[in-house]
Nanobody, 120 residues
Framework: VQLQASGGGLVQAGGSLRLSCTASGRDFSRYTMGWHRQAPGMRRELVAAMSSGGSITNYADSVKGRFTISRDNAKNTVYLRMNSLRPEDTAVHYC??????????????WGRGTEVTVSS
């Protein structure tokens, strides 16, 4: 599967963005989907993930209550709605996928990143 992310940009603190990731290939509905991010000088971290069926989600503590992951299997697309953005959310965000359901640790597929910059 190939992943194409979009929706990044520059936003002021407190603002919102929605990232989208469209997958090519077959059987999108069978993939666990997620978003990672990597800030300058920092390790890459899992931000949010969703099981193939959409019933199970996993969020980093730092984004709980602010970010929401969702998916539209008919459109082969996963979204990350980011509200109440903070300067520390500034990072390159990567869409990820894996065939193993609720696998949050090892991702088989990575898209190119989309950059999110939050100004103070």
């Amino acid at each position: 599967v190939q992943l194409q992310a979009s929706g990044g940009g520059l936003v002021q603190a407190g603002g919102s963005l929605r990232l989208s990731c469209t997958a090519s290939g077959r059987d999108f509905s069978r993939y666990t989907m997620g978003w990672h991010r990597q800030a300058p000088g920092m390790r890459r971290e899992l931000v949010a993930a969703m099981s193939s069926g959409g019933s199970i989600t996993n969020y980093a503590d730092s984004v709980k209550g602010r970010f929401t992951i969702s998916r539209d299997n008919a459109k082969n697309t996963v979204y990350l709605r980011m509200n109440s953005l903070r300067p520390e959310d500034t990072a390159v965000h990567y869409c990820v996928a894996d065939r193993r359901d609720t696998n949050w640790s090892n991702w088989g597929y990575w898209g190119r990143g989309t950059e999110v910059t939050v100004s103070s």
